[in-house]
């Protein structure tokens, strides 16, 4: 193998799991692809199409994409709990999910308000609704539950960089990492102009959790800044750590670089702009020598956080156009794996993300024809990658690389 490239569309599933109904019952019906395919009926992603979109898809949507027989595809559930970016992204590089630790951040405020309090920054308690406060910093940085994702599992520290260095916001953001015990806390701003901006997009869930809803707030629009923090996820388990000991080096481009650990890869952090995160892609693929190259595409989830399915659909064109230069660039013993790491259906009627399949869309020269079939967990994606390369298994996985082998001439 010489490169193995991932291109994770972010929140692009393909069908609520089978067991929504009893998880996320909100999600049931969810199917990002579809309603969208049947939304825009003359939308043609002829990429991915022929990478065998519609075979995934497993129906035909009322649009003028079609199935293709020579197309390696299959599908995968997620292993972990709800449908989380980070965990999605640890799953995919190996790692087998435990339960999430339920918290709402009402309960770890007053010890993180301390914490901070200790270490000189200003910290002022700001009530949304009787009981449920969030902490403001400084002024200018909020930190509450995530709303955008499933409740208690996520707290963000939302910064308006108008007024605040990322510095200073990344700062915050460990003191309240070092804090608490819940999967995953991101730090993240933009220019949003007045600091009025975070306290108007202030809400509130189910009685029980507070914070900042990060899409209106409109740090996504400008200057977007973002850095994950998670807990209790074994690096030396994963694939770039098994990679490492072959001597072949793992490249993350994007939202991924953000959320995994890679000390002795290439890592491009910080970056949510499709076409950069895409052209950087290109670039690595032609690159001498073998490589793991995996790209998380963020604006799909994004445009699906806005509900927005206009955005959405407009995102996918200008994805699908960067994949056909992709597979100019490579040669007899390259590969492209294109997924997803849950769904962001922007029909389904609420703004976070959706328990769904993810579609597995594979390319290798001269491999036509190979059903993957319906894999339980994300992390066959990585016993693959390994595999690929005579690496270490990583710590969760089956590989299905014997499968794409018997589809070669």
Same mark, same amino acid.
């Given at each position: 193998m010489?490169?193995f490239v991932?291109i994770?569309?972010?929140?692009?599933?393909i069908?609520?799991?089978?067991?929504?109904?009893h998880q996320?019952?909100?999600?049931?019906?969810?199917?990002?692809?579809?309603?969208?395919l049947?939304?825009?009926?003359?939308?043609r992603l002829?990429?991915?199409?022929?990478?065998?979109?519609i075979?995934?898809l497993?129906?035909q949507p009322?649009?003028?994409?079609?199935?293709?027989p020579?197309a390696?595809?299959?599908?995968?559930n997620?292993q972990?709990?709800?449908?989380?970016?980070?965990?999605g992204?640890?799953?995919i590089?190996?790692?087998r999910?435990?339960?999430p630790l339920?918290m709402p951040?009402?309960?770890?405020?007053?010890q993180v308000a301390?914490?901070?309090?200790?270490a000189?920054?200003?910290?002022?308690p700001?009530?949304?609704?009787?009981?449920l406060c969030?902490l403001?910093?400084?002024?200018?940085?909020?930190? $509450?539950d995530?709303?955008? *994702?499933?409740?208690? #599992?996520?707290?963000?520290?939302t !910064?308006?960089l108008d007024a605040i260095d +990322?510095?200073?916001v990344?700062?915050i953001?460990?003191?309240v990492r070092s804090?608490v015990q819940?999967?995953r806390v991101i730090?993240?701003?933009?220019?949003?102009g007045?600091n009025?901006a975070l306290h108007n997009?202030?809400?509130?869930s189910?009685?029980t959790?507070?914070?900042?809803?990060?899409?209106?707030?409109?740090?996504y629009?400008h200057?977007?800044t973002?850095?994950?923090?998670?807990y209790?996820?074994d690096q030396?388990?994963q694939v770039?750590a098994?990679?490492?000991?072959?001597?072949?080096?793992t490249v993350?481009?994007?939202?991924v670089?953000?959320?995994v650990?890679?000390?002795?890869g290439?890592?491009?952090? $910080?970056?949510?702009?499709? *076409?950069e995160?895409? #052209?950087?892609?290109l670039r690595? !693929?032609?690159?001498?020598?073998?490589? +793991?190259?995996?790209t998380n595409i963020?604006?799909?989830d994004?445009?699906g956080?806005?509900?927005d399915?206009d955005?959405?659909?407009?995102r996918l064109q200008?994805?699908d156009?960067y994949?056909?230069?992709l597979?100019?660039?490579l040669?007899?013993?390259?590969?492209?794996l294109?997924?997803?790491?849950?769904?962001?259906?922007?029909?389904?009627?609420?703004?976070?993300?959706t328990r769904?399949?993810v579609p597995?869309?594979f390319w290798?020269?001269?491999?036509?024809g190979?059903y993957l079939g319906?894999r339980?967990t994300?992390?066959?994606?990585?016993a693959?990658?390994?595999?690929a390369f005579g690496?270490p298994?990583?710590?969760?996985?089956?590989s299905f690389l014997s499968?794409?082998?018997?589809?070669?001439?």
């Open positions: 010489n490169k991932v994770v569309l972010d929140g692009f599933g069908g609520a799991m089978d067991d929504v109904v996320r019952p909100l999600d049931a019906g969810a199917n990002t692809c579809g309603h969208i049947k939304k825009y009926r003359l939308l002829p990429t991915l199409e022929k990478l065998g979109l075979n995934a497993g129906f009322d649009n003028v994409m079609h199935p293709n020579a390696n595809y299959g599908s995968a997620l972990h709990q709800g449908a989380d970016s980070f965990m992204h640890q799953e590089m190996g790692t999910p435990n339960a339920l951040f009402s309960q770890v405020r007053d301390q914490a901070l309090d200790n000189g920054f200003r910290v002022e700001v009530e949304v609704q009787e009981g969030y403001r910093v400084n002024d200018s940085v909020a930190i $509450g995530n709303l955008e *994702t499933d409740p208690g #599992q996520v707290y963000n520290v !910064a308006n +990322f510095a200073t990344r700062a953001g460990d003191i804090q819940v999967g730090v993240f701003g933009g220019n949003i007045s009025d997009a202030a809400q509130t189910a009685k959790y507070v914070g900042i809803n990060a899409p209106k707030s409109g740090v629009q200057g977007f973002v850095v994950h923090l998670g209790g996820v030396s388990q770039a098994s990679l490492h000991q072959v001597g072949v080096p993350l481009i994007g939202k670089a953000d959320i650990i890679n000390p002795d290439i890592n491009y952090q $910080g970056i949510a702009d499709s *076409t995160i895409l #052209q950087l892609t690595e !693929a032609q690159r001498p020598g073998p490589a +793991f190259i995996c963020q604006e799909t994004l445009a956080h806005a509900e399915s955005r959405y659909a407009e200008l994805i156009t994949l056909a230069q597979l100019t660039l040669g007899h013993d390259d590969a492209l294109v997924m997803a790491d849950h769904g962001n259906d922007p029909t389904i009627g609420h703004a976070r993300h769904e399949k597995l869309l290798r020269s001269g491999v036509q190979v319906e339980s994300l992390a066959d994606v990585g693959t990658v390994c595999d690496a298994a990583p710590q969760s996985g089956h499968q794409l082998n018997k589809g070669q001439p």
